[in-house]
C-alpha cells in the first residue's frame, strides 16, 4: 500500500475558489496516476488531495514491494518536474508505504473496488509523520527492499491505532537502477549444480574449440538457482587463460522502452555507457567502441543509427517495419564483439522477453558463423507455455532443467547458512518440508530464523524458540502469490478447492478437477498434491 499527500494544500485550498483548487490538483492527480500504473500499480482511489494505490491487486507480482518504492521515488522525481514546468503549484508531499496482507474486493471486470486492512491504515499513518518529500515504509516494506536500496532507520513512531510503536525506515535511494541486480557475493555455498555447471562447461569447450555459435537454456522454477549456475559459471570463465569477452542483460516485466532492454545492456557495457550519462556523451561512447570494432566510417555510421534505439536515443520499442536491417545491424555488432576472442552472452529472465528479442535470438542463432558465442538464456517454465518450440529444432541449441535439490542437499544448504550441520530431526525436518528443495526458500527460512531469533543454541545443536513457530518469509510468499495470479482460470479454481481439501486430495470433491487433473499430476497418481 503507497499513500501519498500534498502538504500544507488543505490550507492552501481553505479559502481558494474550487474550481482553482481543481486546476492545481489535476495536473497532479494525472501524473502520478500514469507514474503508478507504469510501475504495475493499481490507483485505488483520491482522497482529496491525497492518492491511495495498491501494489499486488486485481494480480501479484514478486516484486510488488519493489515496484512500490521505485514508484515512489518516481512520485518525488515527478513532482518536482511538475514544479519546475508550473512554479505556480509549488508542490511538496509525504509518502508512506507498508506490505502485508490485505482483503481485496474486485469489480466483475477484474479491477479492484477496494481495499480493507491493517496495512491500509498503516501506510496512511506512515504518510502522515513522513518527513515533507519523504517515503517512509514500514517493517514489512523494509524486509522486502532492504538489498536493494539504502534505509536510514528511524526511532519507532506512534501512531493512532497502533498500541506498539511501529518501527520505520526512511528511503534514502537505490543501490542500483532498475532493471540492474546489486552486486553481491552469494552468502550461501554451491551445493547440489555440479552435474549442470558440468554441461555448461563442456558446451562452452566445444563452442570455443569448434568456434561455432550455442544456445543453452538453463529452466526453473524462481528460486531454484539459475542465477547462481551462472554466477559459477562465470567464475569458470574467468579462470579460462584465454580472453573471454561476458556481456550480460536482463528482460524486464514492466516499464517503458523494455522490449529490447536486454540487449541494450550488453552494448551499453560494451561501450561503457552509463545510466547518467547525458545523450552527448552516450554518442561519444557508442562511436569510440564502434571504432574499435569496425574499420570502415560508413559502417560505423549505418550501425550507430541502428543502435540507437537500444540506448534511449530513439524508438526504444523496437525497429518497426525495418526489423530485418536492425536485426543484421545487431548480429553485426555481436560477430565483432566475438572476433577477437570468444564472447558469452547471457540473457536472464527470457521468459518476459519481448516477441521481437526472442526473434532476434533465433536470426542470430542462424544466421552467425565462424566464431566462438556462447549464449545463455536463463528462463522459467512459462517461456514454454508461450514458445513451446524454443531451441527443440536447432542442433546447436540445447536446455538444461534444474529440478528441486535433494533433501541431503537442501539440509548440507541449511545447515551451512546457520553455521550448524547437525540439526534437531523436527527443526530439520520442518525446514525441508517448508524449502521444498528450492534453494531460494531454504534461503529465506534460514534468514528468517536468523534475523528473529527463533533458534536458540541447546548444548551443541540449534532447537526452535520454546513456544514459537516458524512463519512464512514475506518474499516467499510473494513469490507463491505471483506464481497463483499467473496460473490459467481453471487451475486457479483447483488451487482452490485444494486450499480448503488440504495438501492432498481425490479428484472427486473438485468439479474443475476432471478437466485439468491430467495435466497437473502423473500419469500413475490418483491424487493432486497442492503444495506442487
Given at each position: ?372 558465442l556462447l549464449v545463455i538464456a536463463a528462463a522459467r517454465p ?71 531469533g527463533l533458534l536458540v543454541r541447546h548444548g551443541r545443536t ?71
Open positions: 500500500m503507497l499513500f501519498c499527500d500534498l502538504v500544507g494544500f488543505t490550507a492552501r485550498s481553505d479559502q481558494a475558489d474550487p474550481e482553482d483548487v481543481g486546476a492545481i490538483l489535476r495536473p497532479y492527480h494525472v501524473r502520478l496516476r500514469r507514474e503508478i500504473e507504469r510501475f504495475g500499480g493499481t490507483l485505488d482511489k483520491f482522497i482529496g488531495d491525497a492518492i491511495m494505490a495498491v501494489f499486488g491487486a486485481p494480480a501479484a507480482h514478486e516484486d510488488d514491494p519493489e515496484r512500490a518504492v521505485r514508484c515512489a521515488s518516481r512520485l518525488l522525481e515527478a513532482i518536482v518536474e511538475l514544479n519546475a514546468t508550473q512554479p505556480a503549484l509549488a508542490l511538496s508531499v509525504r509518502i508512506g508505504i507498508t506490505t502485508g496482507e490485505a482483503l481485496v474486493v474486485l469489480q466483475p471486470g477484474g479491477d479492484t473496488e477496494g481495499v480493507v486492512g491493517d496495512i491500509v491504515n498503516t501506510a496512511s499513518r506512515l504518510q502522515g509523520v513522513a518527513p515533507v518529500n519523504g517515503i517512509l515504509v514500514g517493517e514489512g516494506t523494509w524486509r522486502a527492499t532492504h538489498a536493494l536500496f539504502a534505509y536510514d532507520e528511524l526511532a519507532p513512531v506512534r501512531v493512532k491505532g497502533k498500541a506498539q510503536p511501529v518501527p520505520v525506515w526512511r528511503l534514502v535511494g537505490a543501490r542500483s537502477r532498475f532493471g540492474v541486480d546489486v552486486d553481491q557475493r552469494p552468502v550461501a555455498p554451491f551445493i547440489g549444480r555440479d552435474a549442470e555447471l558440468d554441461r555448461l562447461k563442456r558446451r562452452y569447450t566445444r563452442t570455443v574449440r569448434e568456434r561455432s555459435v550455442r544456445l543453452v537454456t538453463l529452466l526453473g522454477e524462481p528460486g531454484v538457482g539459475k542465477s547462481r549456475l551462472i554466477h559459477e559459471f562465470g567464475r569458470f570463465v574467468d579462470d579460462r587463460q584465454e580472453f573471454v569477452s561476458w556481456r550480460q542483460g536482463r528482460c524486464l516485466p514492466y516499464g517503458n522502452g523494455i522490449a529490447f532492454w536486454a540487449l541494450g545492456e550488453i552494448v551499453k557495457a560494451q561501450a561503457g555507457i552509463l545510466e547518467s550519462d547525458p545523450p552527448a556523451d552516450v554518442v561519444t561512447k557508442l562511436g569510440a567502441a564502434l571504432q574499435v570494432l569496425v574499420g570502415e566510417a560508413l559502417e560505423r555510421e549505418w550501425l550507430t543509427s541502428r543502435l540507437a534505439p537500444l540506448l534511449g536515443l530513439g524508438n526504444a520499442e523496437g525497429p518497426g517495419a525495418d526489423q530485418a536491417e536492425f536485426f543484421a545491424a545487431w548480429r553485426r555488432v555481436i560477430e565483432a564483439m566475438a572476433a577477437s576472442g570468444p564472447l558469452v552472452l547471457v540473457v536472464e529472465d527470457l521468459h518476459w522477453a519481448d516477441a521481437g528479442l526472442l526473434q532476434f535470438l533465433d536470426y542470430l542463432l542462424d544466421s552467425s558463423a565462424d566464431i566462438a512459462e517461456l514454454l507455455d508461450r514458445q513451446p518450440e524454443w531451441g527443440k529444432r536447432k542442433p546447436n541449441a540445447s536446455s538444461v532443467a534444474l529440478s528441486p535439490l535433494s533433501d541431503a542437499d537442501t539440509a548440507a544448504l541449511i545447515g551451512a547458512l546457520l553455521g550448524q550441520p547437525v540439526l534437531p530431526s523436527e527443526v530439520q525436518g520442518l525446514l525441508l518440508e517448508q524449502a521444498g528443495g528450492n534453494p531460494l526458500y531454504a534461503e529465506e527460512f534460514a534468514r528468517l530464523l536468523s534475523d528473529r540449534l532447537q526452535l524458540s520454546p513456544g514459537r513457530k516458524i512463519p512464512f518469509p514475506e518474499t516467499i510468499q510473494a513469490l507463491v502469490a505471483a506464481r497463483l495470479d499467473a496460473l490459467l482460470p481453471e487451475r486457479k479454481g483447483l488451487v482452490h478447492d485444494a486450499a480448503v481439501m488440504g495438501k492432498v486430495f481425490w479428484s472427486g470433491p473438485s468439479p474443475r478437477s476432471a478437466a485439468v487433473t491430467s495435466q497437473c499430476c502423473r500419469p500413475s497418481s490418483t491424487s493432486w498434491n497442492a503444495r506442487s
